[in-house]
Antibody, heavy 120, light 108 residues
Framework: QVQLVESGGGVVQPGGSLRLSCAASGFTFNTYAMHWVRQAPGKGLEWVAFIRYDGTNEYYADSVQGRFTISRDNSKNTLYLQMNSLRAEDTAVYYC?????????????WGQGTLVTVSS | EIVLSQSPGTLSLSPGERATLSCRASQSVSSSYLAWYQQKPGQAPRLLIYGASSRATGIPDRFSGSGSGTDFTLTISRLEPEDFAVYYCQQYGSSPRTFGQGTKLEIK
């Protein structure tokens, strides 16, 4: 069965960096686009970033453009999110999510999330 | 950016009743690329409906979606105890992908 397991969350000071990972299994990872979605405490869902199945295209929410970088290693079935210049408003649970196809599709599987707290 | 507005914010109903949740878009959602997700406390969201009206794998037929253009509806025909949760709509036809603010379905 499809499994997505995030890791790498934690507490970081404002201005700091963190790299999240998402280990995928149970499907052919290198044929599906992937996303990161976040949820601030007690708030709704916010899409963060998209990467094409082969890593050739990426898109970002305006709120993270220029600070976050999504990437993938298809040889390791792993998705990444490099987060730099972190701000208090980046505090959230970060989910990785599988695209149902390769763009223009809903997110059919989600990980359980990893909590990132930006605080001094 | 397409803004999605969900109503009501909170819906209080009893098991066995019918629930109707609304999602309105600020502009037309292309090709009815509209999805609904269910999220329970401490859990990740789960895909219920995609393409405005297609049920995802394993979703009971008491869940149905309808609508097109800017107005979409999620209907739960007969509420089961496990259906009480927060529901989000999402458009995936244009970037950035956007979610509605959610509707909390609570037990009356």
């Amino acid at each position: 069965q499809v499994q997505l397991v995030e890791s790498g969350g934690g507490v970081v000071q404002p201005g700091g960096s963190l790299r999240l990972s998402c280990a995928a299994s149970g499907f052919t990872f290198n044929t599906y686009a992937m996303h990161w979605v976040r949820q601030a405490p007690g708030k709704g869902l916010e899409w963060v970033a998209f990467i094409r199945y082969d890593g050739t295209n990426e898109y970002y929410a305006d709120s993270v453009q220029g600070r976050f970088t999504i990437s993938r290693d298809n040889s390791k079935n792993t998705l990444y999110l490099q987060m730099n210049s972190l701000r208090a408003e980046d505090t959230a649970v970060y989910y990785c999510a599988k695209d149902r196809y390769n763009g223009d599709a809903p997110f059919d599987y989600w990980g359980q999330g990893t909590l990132v707290t930006v605080s001094s | 950016e397409i803004v999605l507005s969900q109503s009501p914010g909170t819906l209080s109903l009893s098991p066995g009743e019918r629930a109707t949740l609304s999602c309105r878009a600020s502009q037309s959602v292309s090709s009815s690329y509209l999805a609904w997700y269910q999220q329970k406390p401490g859990q990740a969201p789960r895909l219920l409906i995609y393409g405005a009206s297609s049920r995802a794998t394993g979703i009971p037929d008491r869940f149905s979606g309808s609508g097109s253009g800017t107005d979409f509806t999620l209907t739960i025909s007969r509420l089961e105890p496990e259906d009480f949760a927060v529901y989000y709509c999402q458009q995936y036809g244009s970037s950035p992908r956007t979610f509605g603010q959610g509707t909390k379905l609570e037990i009356k």
